[in-house]
């Protein structure tokens, strides 16, 4: 909130004497400074030209001029100049100001101050320092702050530093907020005192007034009066004080105090309207229509607050003065986004009543209210006329004819890339439609939305274009360095890796990735590339306008540590050898994926799988003799050789995967959803050969999640924002068909926070359960801690419990019963001068099955 800003400075110039006579001063030389401030000097000095040399006390003239607040020192003696008595000043002044900035300033217009402090106190850049004039500035913003309506006065300093030039820089620095301990709001008696409480709940949390805070609370509070019809409501802030912490707002509740018909002729006739009532809009509405149609003229009403008492008010009717009669129509024109019937609904000037200006104006407004309610706007423009008894609105709804983009700073990305996001030229302005485009402009992940404006067309207002602020953000260096420790997985693993989100320009994203890890095996190296077109902007059929992504991925993955079995002919069948071994999964694969209705999108996808196995060699800890019963039922011993595991090790095996899918996402936020649904099903069916044998088999997946926001809003950024609590839950599920012909290993592994989301269940250790069949859930506390400072760009603490199980074919997980398992965590969002860092997530989970918590690490934001 910006008000305009006054300073006030007034310099007493004592008049020169001119009489010179014998024995006087004659004349008064200033050395040392500038003509401006030598003139200065002369003018202000109590000694003039005139004065008798006996009355010139020379130390008090130096006094004088260094208390103007422009010198460091001051030297005056009386000499003969010339034959004059001349009294000489030397004077050495303060630094030239080079700059004036002025920071923590919101409240009010900083560039206003500046340049009031330039015009009225000569504190600008080229200017001379006074430190007086720097006190007197700080002292009339602090003033003009309490004029303007602000509870406090503002700590206010200046700073004043020194270039190596010799020359200054004055920082006046501005802290706006205080501690609150305590917020009293007082005079409220229309509204419901939880929702007072609400309005102002955030203000009292926060503990710190900010004016952000402060008169978003107040502009609330003003609209719950206007939504419940009373005028002249609301806070006065002329009032309203924060002292020692206590934040103590004054309401006003206009009371009508007397109504006055006196340009009406004082009809006899009962209003709702009455002395003692609040000052309600929907019954002034109703008594000028029922004056309207008693005195046959076009009245209206003004209401008139007591100088004395603004809580007191007279309601004054009259007559508008202009062509009225009886309205014989009502009409609508121009109206093509909203029925005719929802906006005649709206109106309150019905056939038969007399035309009253006023009533048509707040109809109108009515009209614009429905329009507004849906997310448009219609233009004022000619909007109401009455002629020969038929009341006509004249809608004309506002269309955005343009989109205009203001880059700041250098940029690669394309104008396209922004623009298509948004809805397309020539269409109804809609707020709601604008500010989900802003999300996902914001959701790309390499340029933030910093402005937004509207400019209209002069010779047709609805005509509008619509003028996006914009700017890359950093995305940082995009070499990554990874270290991590999996004993499960063979031990140490390291890598690097390359990502860029905005290749050419075009919004496309390259991920690069080269590693090596630990394996028994020896299989070492693992990498990969994707590449991913998330809008295949190309001018053919309708991908311009509908969302079609294609991607491409290649890699080769190492996964060590599985358990070696015999088959189902071997004696014993389908047991554990104690041998391990290593699968390397080398792939490519292509994808597709279309937007098909509003949140919807399905994908298609192909790919090429071959798989190695290598048997691992037999640690120390490996038992690699098992005990069984025979047939008899007596026990017998086997023990495995390298040669007879190596014969079980699966064989060699390529394979083709077909998918397909269906997501559904209608949710607010990528990074802190707190309102809609994610929902996703998908399908895969993959064939081959594993050495003669022939392979086919389907997964079926799917999952779904929604989110449930309360508590106050936080604001991110422009178009952005969240609620500061979430309640969040999800589920997911899959099972295998046509495992018997399945290559080995096939099924789900979950359990451990450092998975994929569907496969978490915290309190276990990472992909502790196996199965050919898996259910998962989960429901998470979120809480916003609107962190926002130095490299922290978002700090959250998270409460959850999660359940799931895993079973079918060759489970490591003897017994399927549900494991369940709860904890807590919190992530951190990082950024470090504009540059977006991966968000960091730290869990803790606990398993009351086993008694042993676990905490877990991962890199990602929230499911």
Do not use: C
């Not at 700059?99 to 009031?116: C, Q, R």
């Not at 009373?230 to 009032?239: C, D, E, H, P, W």
């Amino acid at each position: 909130m910006r008000h305009p800003l006054t300073l006030a400075v007034t310099v007493l110039l004592a008049a020169p004497a001119v009489a010179q006579t014998a024995g006087t001063v004659q004349d008064v030389t200033v050395v040392g400074t500038s003509d401006l401030l030598a003139n200065f000097i002369r003018a202000t000095l109590t000694t003039q030209t005139g004065t008798p040399l006996s009355g010139v006390n020379l130390r008090q003239v130096e006094q004088e001029v260094v208390a103007s607040g422009y010198f460091k020192s001051a030297v005056a003696e009386l000499r003969s100049v010339g034959g004059k008595d001349t009294l000489v000043i030397t004077v050495v002044p303060n630094p030239t100001i080079k700059d004036v900035t002025i920071t923590g300033l919101t409240f009010l217009p900083a560039e206003g101050f500046k340049k009031s402090v330039a015009d009225l106190l000569n504190i600008a850049p080229g200017a001379t320092l006074n430190n007086q004039r720097v006190e007197e500035a700080k002292t009339a913003l602090a003033q003009n702050f309490q004029q303007e309506g602000y509870p406090f006065a503002p700590s206010i300093s200046a700073d004043v530093k020194t270039a190596a030039d010799g020359t200054v820089t004055i920082n006046f620095v501005v802290d706006e907020t205080a501690p609150v301990t305590r917020v009293e709001v007082d005079g409220v008696t229309l509204l419901p005192a939880t929702q007072v409480t609400t309005i102002f709940k955030p203000l009292y949390d926060a503990r710190r007034f900010t004016p952000d805070a402060y008169y978003g609370a107040v502009q609330q509070l003003q609209q719950a009066y206007d939504d419940a019809g009373y005028l002249q409501a609301g806070v006065n802030v002329g009032s309203s004080t924060l002292e020692g912490g206590v934040l103590k707002v004054k309401v006003i509740e206009g009371r009508v105090g007397t109504v006055n018909l006196d340009d009406l002729g004082n009809p006899q006739v009962t209003l709702q309207t009455q002395p003692g009532q609040p000052v309600n809009l929907t019954k002034l509405q109703a008594d000028v229509r029922t004056l309207s149609n008693q005195t046959g003229k076009p009245v209206g009403f003004a209401i008139q607050p007591n100088p004395q008492n603004p809580a007191q008010v007279t309601v004054l009717f009259g007559s508008a003065g202009v062509e009225t009669g009886p309205v014989k129509a009502v009409a609508i024109q121009g109206n093509t986004l909203i029925p005719t019937a929802t906006l005649q609904a709206a109106l309150k000037t019905r056939v038969g009543d007399v035309y009253s200006p006023q009533l048509a104006q707040q109809d109108f407004l009515a009209l614009r209210d429905a329009y507004r309610k849906q997310g448009y706007e219609i233009s004022t423009r000619d909007a109401i006329s009455f002629k020969d008894g038929t009341l006509t609105f004249a809608v004309r709804e506002v269309k955005v004819a343009a989109y205009e983009l203001q880059w700041q700073g250098a940029h690669s990305t394309k104008d396209r890339v922004i623009t298509r996001e948004l809805p397309a030229p020539g269409s109804a302005f809609n707020r709601n439609e604008l500010n989900a485009a802003i999300g996902r402009i914001a959701r790309l992940g390499f340029v933030r939305v910093t402005t937004e404006s509207v400019r209209a067309d002069p010779q047709n207002p609805e005509s509008i274009t619509y003028v996006l602020g914009v700017a890359e953000t950093k995305t940082g260096i995009p070499v990554t360095l990874g270290l991590t420790y999996d004993q499960f997985n063979g031990g140490f693993a390291g890598d690097a890796g390359y990502t860029n989100s905005n290749v050419f320009g075009l919004g496309h994203n390259l991920t690069a990735s080269l590693g090596g890890q630990q394996n028994e095996a020896g299989q070492n190296l693992v990498g990969g590339v994707s590449y991913t077109i998330p809008w295949l902007d190309v001018d053919f059929l309708d991908f311009r306008k509908t969302p079609t992504s294609l991607s491409f991925n290649a890699g080769s993955s190492v996964g060590g540590n599985n358990a070696l079995f015999t088959k189902d002919t071997d004696t014993p069948a389908k047991t554990d050898t104690g041998w391990d071994y290593t699968t390397r999964d080398t792939s490519f694969s292509v994808s597709a994926g279309r937007s098909l209705a509003k949140n919807l999108t399905a994908n298609v996808g192909v790919g090429v799988s071959y798989k190695t196995y290598y048997l691992e060699a037999l640690q120390s800890g490996d038992k690699n003799t098992v005990t069984y019963k025979d047939a008899a039922g007596t026990d017998q011993t086997r023990t495995f050789t390298e040669a007879e595991a190596r014969a079980l090790v699966p064989e060699t095996n390529l394979t083709t995967r077909l998918s397909t899918g269906l997501s559904y996402d209608s949710t607010t936020s990528g990074e802190f959803p707190d309102s809609g649904v994610r929902a996703s099903v998908g399908a895969a069916y993959s064939f081959g050969r594993q050495g003669d044998a022939p392979l086919n088999w389907t997964t079926l997946n799917g999952g779904a999640s929604t989110y449930y926001g309360f508590g106050r809003t936080i604001e991110k950024d422009l178009g952005v924002s969240n609620k500061q609590q979430v309640f969040a839950v999800r589920a997911n599920a899959g099972t295998v068909l046509g495992i018997d012909t399945a290559p080995a290993g096939t099924g789900y592994a979950i359990g451990g926070g450092s998975v994929a989301t569907p496969f978490q269940l915290r309190g276990l250790k990472d992909g502790e359960l196996f199965g050919t069949n898996y259910v998962t859930t989960s429901a998470e506390y979120r809480y916003d801690f609107g962190l926002k400072a130095g490299i922290a760009q978002g700090l959250y603490g998270v409460l959850f419990a999660d359940a799931g199980t895993a079973w079918g074919g060759s489970a490591t997980n003897t017994d399927p019963s549900l494991k369940y398992g709860f904890g807590a965590g919190a992530q951190l969002n990082l950024g470090i001068g504009g540059a977006l860092l991966p968000s960091l997530r730290f869990d803790y989970g606990f398993s009351p099955q086993t008694g042993t918590g676990k905490f877990y690490f991962r890199i990602g934001n929230f499911w």
